[in-house]
């Protein structure tokens, strides 16, 4: 007797705790249900489509993702614009330096040759013979060595010489030594390698290098040969000159060597910064 | 060959001409210049047979060898051509010895050490004359340059760091050229410059001997005279010859007047 008693009450209070929790659940349901309807409708506008829902997490502090992808979003951007604008210029000036890549796409297919790099021999002569005419003190000897490719000599006063290795119309690279430096190998030919024996001269040369990456106008090729020849004119009074900034000649043991691309003036390499 | 400039260095005062040079190198030393072997320029002089005869003044040729162009040597006419020979030059002038005789004991040389600093070489020599002595030369050649008016003043500045203020004028070799600014490939514009240094310090020597045989001449027994003169022109000051020479005429005249030595102009 007594156990059926314990039973049922056992019964009751099980049925009692399932209804308290049954109830429960429905008006968390209820208000889900509520606030689910208050939430507007997500716009299918956004800018970042579906990512841009990110943004209506409300902690934001701890999970920054939001402006994170923003950022990521700038940058790739940004690159893509950058990489177009590369594109188009390498387009025009596809000058293949290393030697690796020409072996090996060489073959596959047919090079295409940019508009500029394949300008008629004449054109470069003309050019070059009209630069040369507007600096009295410089003469500028064409040689083709090596096929189409123009070979300068430039002699400039009785200062210095240098070797202007082209391709077509854009200066490859130069070499600078001394009026009385040997500018020929011992077979005869233009030594188109050798770099001077005076320090002077290797610096000058270094600079000259530095010019030829300064002056860069792919559009314009001429204007560049132009522009590094009135910068390499300069040079004519390469000893007589004294430091714009020190107002010595010499700073260990070499004259100013540095000419500013803008101004021209003369500066030692370390004065002028 | 680039534009060379050879002077004559005072020797310091209260130093030896060794002493001198070697402030010199230590001062080059200092600069970061760096020694690179020895070197020698020598000059023998030789006058024209039969120009004595004719009462012309003696025509001299000089015969010029340089460490620098050890196969070739130069042979310079005074005041006239000039030829860059084979080195055993010398050979040929023995056996033209009955046109040109060998100035004996003219023999002048510069002997030292080659330093180079950056694009500068420089050469410190002592003059040597009749195996003594006699001067200190300097020759710095700025070698990427070929006019020598364009690097002047850069040598200056250069030589200014360490021979101090005394800087010479640009070398007259230089000025006197009428095509003037340009150097050529062989290196004569060095030689005449040395040739005129040794000239330079000849005449030094010879007005010393001068003294001392004007001595001899005015003050015959006064053999402590004729010391003290050696002893100047030992020290080859200009100063000392001129504090000797007004010494002479004022003893002089004390002599003649004390008679115990005739009178100039009656010694002869
Ligand atoms: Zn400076």
């Keep these: 007797m007594k156990n059926k008693e314990t039973l049922e009450g056992r019964e009751k209070v099980f049925i009692t705790d399932f ?26 506008s956004h800018p970042l489509h579906n990512s841009g829902l990110l943004s209506l997490d409300p902690v934001q502090d701890k999970t920054p993702l939001y402006s994170q992808l923003l950022q990521a979003y700038k940058w790739s951007n940004k ?3 950058h990489a177009g604008l590369a594109s188009s210029l390498l387009n025009q000036q596809s000058l293949k ?4 890549q020409m072996g090996a796409s060489a073959k596959r297919r047919p090079k295409v040759q940019p508009s500029t790099l394949v300008l008629p021999p004449q054109y470069v002569d003309d050019v070059i013979s009209r630069i040369g005419r507007m600096f009295p003190d410089m003469t500028i000897e064409l040689f083709r060595p090596n096929g ?11 200062v210095l010489k240098a070797i202007v290795v082209m391709r077509s119309l854009f200066i490859d690279r130069t070499i600078v030594r001394a009026f009385n430096e040997n500018l020929y190998a011992e077979d005869g030919k233009l030594d188109i390698w050798s770099k001077s024996n005076y320090q002077v001269f290797q610096k000058v040369t270094d600079h000259a290098t530095t010019a030829l990456l300064h002056y860069q106008l792919p559009q314009m090729p001429d204007v560049v040969v132009r522009s590094f020849m009135t910068w390499l004119r300069s040079f004519i009074k390469l000893f007589q000159t004294p430091c714009q900034r020190c107002g010595k000649y010499l700073q260990d043991g ?5 000419r500013d691309f803008r101004t021209l003036e003369a500066f030692h390499d370390s004065c002028r910064q | 060959m680039g534009v060379t400039c050879v002077c004559q260095v005072p020797v310091a005062e209260g130093k030896s001409v060794q002493q001198t040079v070697d402030i010199l190198h230590r001062k080059l030393e200092q600069l970061g210049a760096v020694k690179q072997g020895n070197f020698c320029v020598d000059c023998e002089t030789y006058h024209a047979a039969g120009s004595n005869t004719s009462g012309q003044p003696p025509k001299f040729l000089y015969v010029m060898h340089n460490t620098e162009t050890p196969l070739s040597c130069l042979a310079l006419f005074e005041g006239g051509p000039y030829l860059t020979a084979d080195g055993n030059f010398d050979v040929l002038m023995v056996k033209l010895k009955s046109h040109f005789q060998n100035a004996k004991g003219h023999k002048v040389e ?21 195996s003594s002595a006699r001067g200190i030369s300097v020759e710095v050649e700025y070698c990427p340059c070929v006019v020598p008016g364009d690097c002047w003043n850069l040598m200056k500045e250069f030589m200014q760091s360490f021979l101090g203020p005394s800087i010479p004028e640009l070398p007259s070799v230089y000025t006197t050229k009428p095509e003037g600014l340009y150097v050529p490939v062989d290196s004569t514009d060095t030689m005449t410059q040395y040739l005129e240094l040794f000239g330079k310090v000849r005449k030094q020597q010879l007005r010393s001997e001068r003294v001392v045989f004007v001595l001899r001449k005015h ?7 004729v010391w003290v003169a050696q002893q100047c022109v030992q020290k080859r000051t200009e100063v ?16 003649s007047l004390t008679s115990l030595c005739p009178a100039p102009g009656h010694a002869s």
């Design chain 1, 97 to 100: 330096r290393s030697a690796n």
């Design chain 2, 110 to 130: 510069s002997r030292g050490s080659r330093y180079q600093y950056c694009d500068f070489l420089i050469k410190v020599g002592t003059v040597t004359m009749s």
């Design chain 1, 19 to 44: 209804q308290d929790n049954l109830q429960s659940v429905n008006r968390d349901l209820n208000e889900l249900e509520r606030l689910s309807n208050l939430v507007g409708r997500p716009s299918e």
């Design chain 1, 79 to 81: 690159l893509q614009y």
């Design chain 1, 254 to 258: 070499l004259p100013p060597t540095w």
């Design chain 2, 240 to 255: 000392a010859m001129l504090t000797l020479f007004s010494g002479i005429k004022a003893s002089s005249r004390l002599f």
């Design chain 2, 219 to 225: 003050l015959t027994g006064t053999v402590a005279w």
């Design chain 1, 148 to 158: 189409t490719s123009a070979v300068l000599l430039v002699t400039l006063g009785k």
